[in-house]
Every structure is written in C-alpha cells, then in structure tokens.
C-alpha cells in the first residue's frame, strides 16, 4: 500500500493574492459607481438649473409680446431682474440681465441661475428679442 504525502488546497500566499486581486477589482467597481453617483447629481442640477432659466426667458418672451400682463419690469436696457423659484424641492435664485442688442428694439437677455446660498452659477441662457 502507497502512502501519499501529497496535500491538497491553497497555501496562505495564494489565499492572500486572490484577495488582494478582489479587492482592487471590487474597489475599482465601487469608485466607477461613486463618479456615476456624482455625475448623475451634477447633470440633473445643471438640467434643472436650465429649466429655470428657461421659465424666467419664456416668461420674458411672454411680457414682450403682450401675452401677459404683469406690472413693473420693462425690461430695458442696464435693467436687472431678480427672483426665486422653487423647483425639485430647492430654491433656485435666478437672475434676469438685458442689454441692447444690435439693431434699434433689439434687446439680449440674459438668465443666470445659481443653488440658493451658492455663488456659483448652475446655468445662463440667452435669448435676443424685439421689442416695440
């Protein structure tokens, strides 16, 4: 009868190395799934930052061709207008510039959009009306 000495299973270092192997695999997926998280975060900011300016554009668009009737702004030249709107649960402080455009009624508008409590500016659309 033969006796084998031979035993079966892993050593320690292999045991070791496979770990090490799983863990930059499996922090790698985790980093990968964290910068997902953030961009989401940020692309849905800068998508609702842009919805608000286009609010305040439209309704700019709205008082220049009569369609509403709201007193105060005029919306001329060095003019600024600024307001607050709630969208997706936050505030949004919006900011709406104009300045003469090329042509005699034609004026460029400018909306700026940032977090409330935050310097940093979120969006900024322009449109160019006309005016009477």
């Given at each position: 009868?033969?006796?084998?000495?031979?035993?079966s299973g892993f050593t320690l270092i292999e045991v070791v190395v496979a770990l090490a192997i799983l863990g930059l695999v499996l922090?790698?997926?985790?980093?990968?799934?964290?910068?997902?998280?953030?961009q989401r975060g940020f692309m849905n900011t800068k998508m609702i930052g842009s919805q608000v300016a286009w609010n305040v554009l439209v309704d700019q668009y709205r008082r220049s061709e009569n369609?509403?009737?709201k007193s105060g702004y005029k919306g001329r030249s060095g003019d600024v207008k600024k307001g607050v709107e709630k969208q997706n649960g936050q505030d949004w402080v919006w900011e709406l510039d104009s300045e003469p455009a090329v042509g005699k009624d034609m004026f460029r508008y400018e909306a700026s959009v940032s977090l409330s409590g935050s310097n940093r500016r979120v969006s900024s659309l322009?449109?160019?009306?006309?005016?009477d």
């Open positions: 009868m033969k006796c084998s000495n031979k035993k922090g790698g997926a985790i980093s990968t799934v964290n910068q997902y998280a953030d369609w509403v009737v322009s449109l160019y009306i006309i005016q």
